[in-house]
């Protein structure tokens, strides 16, 4: 579906409730989804539970904006209201944004990509311990990002450019050629 147009009275209230959520809360960004160390505690809760085959699907969202700072990562340095700021920004007037601005943008989308890839390795490592070798992965990037290449910040659903299109897909496990 469509975004809201943000000119409405409607975007308007909704995006006075979410600020006054937030600073009722003392909350700067509701993230919209579980972080990926929580989704690893549920796959491996339930890996470790059942000792029969099983079909597990995590759909990772970290690395969807907003585009927080992460420890051991490129954007640890970078302050989360610094970040969310930009995440602000990005919404709302992304035709504001400087240079440095999407340079920061850019560090923070690495260091998601950067956290996504050690919590990824370590549910592949419980994984392997926990079913003995017998993992068969699949690893599918949903889409790229846009960092003002062509007009556009994050993803828009009707443009196929290369930052968007150009995507990973990883398949390991027994018996897969490499």
Sequence with gaps: SENLPRDTLIFRALKRLKTTVESVSETKVGLPYLPAE????QVTNRLADTDEPAFVWVHYMDVHNPYL???ETTSERIDNDVAVGLHNTLI???DTLTHDNVDTLRTLYRGEI???DQQIGDLLSTADRLLDG???VAVLS???EGFGEHGY???VVDE???ELVFIPLIINGPNVNS
């Design 92 to 94: 709302e007037s992304p």
């Design 134 to 136: 017998e993992t068969l």
């Design 38 to 41: 929580n989704l690893n505690n």
């Design 69 to 71: 700072p992460h420890d």
């Design 153 to 155: 910040y994050s993803h």
């Design 160 to 162: 196929l450019h290369d």
């Design 114 to 116: 950067e956290y996504l």
């Design 142 to 144: 949903d889409h790229g």
